[in-house]
C-alpha cells in the first residue's frame, strides 16, 4: 500500500497571501496524483487531477505540480472560500486508493 | 448537475451490519466511464477509501476491509449500496458515497455526497 504524508499539519495565512502544500509518496505514484478541498460539514470537492490539471470549474488561483513522489499544490492568492483542509490522494497503484492524512489551510 | 445523496441508518450496534445506499441522480449510474464507491472519514481525522462498483457490478476493495464490506449496485432505480458486517466503535464515521472517473490518467474522485454519520455504540 501506497503512505501519503503532507505537510504542514496546519498552515496560517493571511488573506491574498500565497500557501504552498506539500504532498509525498511512500514511492513514485508517477502524475497519478488528485487534490481535494473540504470545508466543515461538506463533502471534499475535487481540486486538481493527474497532479496538475484543475478539474472543471475549478479558479486558476490553484495549481499543482510535482510527479514521482514529491507534489505541491499552490494557492496562488488565498481568498476567504479557501481556508479549509486540503488531501491528496494517489491512483497510480490500487487497490487501494489512499489519501494523505491532510493540511488545514487557516486564518493567520 | 449530478448529484449523490446516502441515506441509511445513523446508528448500529456493535457486532451488527451497517446498510447505507447512494441515490444518484442528474445522470446515469449506467455510464461507462465511471465507477461508483464509498469513502468514509472517522470524526475528526482523515479519508478512508472503501471500494468501488461498476454498473456492471464488477467491484475492487479496501484489501484491509474487503472480509467485511459488500458493494452493490441497482441501475434500476439508479442506486449502488454499501454493507459492513460485523462492526465495531472503530467503524464510526463520516461514510461518502462518490464516484470515481475511469479514464487513463485519471482515476480521481470527481463528484461526492454529503455523508452521512454512522455510530457504532450499544
Known amino acids: 500500500e501506497i503512505v501519503m504524508t503532507q505537510s504542514p499539519v496546519t498552515l496560517s495565512v493571511s488573506p491574498g497571501e500565497r500557501a504552498t502544500l506539500s504532498c509525498r509518496a511512500s514511492?513514485?505514484?508517477?502524475?497519478?496524483l488528485a487534490w481535494y478541498q473540504q470545508t466543515p460539514g461538506q463533502a471534499p470537492r475535487l481540486l486538481i487531477y493527474?497532479?496538475?490539471t484543475r478539474a472543471t470549474g475549478i479558479p486558476a488561483r490553484f495549481s499543482g505540480s510535482g510527479s514521482g513522489t514529491e507534489f505541491t499544490l499552490t494557492i496562488s492568492s488565498l481568498q476567504s472560500e479557501d481556508f479549509a483542509i486540503y488531501y491528496c490522494?494517489?491512483?497510480?497503484?490500487?487497490?487501494?486508493?489512499?489519501f494523505g492524512p491532510g493540511t488545514k489551510v487557516g486564518i493567520k | 448537475q449530478l448529484q449523490l445523496q446516502e441515506s441509511g441508518p445513523g446508528l448500529v450496534k456493535p457486532s451488527e451490519t451497517l446498510y447505507l445506499t447512494c441515490n444518484v441522480s442528474?445522470?446515469?449510474?449506467?455510464?461507462?466511464?465511471?465507477?461508483w464507491g464509498w469513502i468514509r472519514q472517522p470524526p475528526g481525522k482523515g479519508l478512508e477509501w472503501i471500494g468501488s462498483?461498476?454498473?456492471?457490478?464488477?467491484?475492487y476493495y479496501n484489501p484491509s476491509l474487503k472480509s467485511r464490506v459488500t458493494i452493490s449496485v441497482d441501475t434500476s432505480k439508479n442506486q449502488f449500496s454499501l454493507k459492513v458486517s460485523s462492526v465495531t466503535a472503530a467503524d464510526t464515521a463520516v461514510y461518502h458515497c462518490?464516484?470515481?472517473?475511469?479514464?487513463?490518467?485519471?482515476?480521481?474522485?470527481?463528484?461526492w455526497g454529503q455523508g452521512t454519520l454512522v455510530t457504532v455504540s450499544s
Open positions: 493527474g497532479a496538475s
Open positions: 462498483i461498476y454498473y456492471s457490478g464488477s467491484t
Open positions: 514511492q513514485s505514484v508517477s502524475s497519478n
Open positions: 490522494q494517489q491512483y497510480n497503484n490500487w487497490p487501494p486508493f489512499t
Open positions: 442528474g445522470g446515469s449510474i449506467s455510464s461507462s466511464s465511471y465507477y
Open positions: 462518490a464516484r470515481r472517473v475511469d479514464d487513463y490518467g485519471n482515476y480521481s474522485f470527481d463528484y
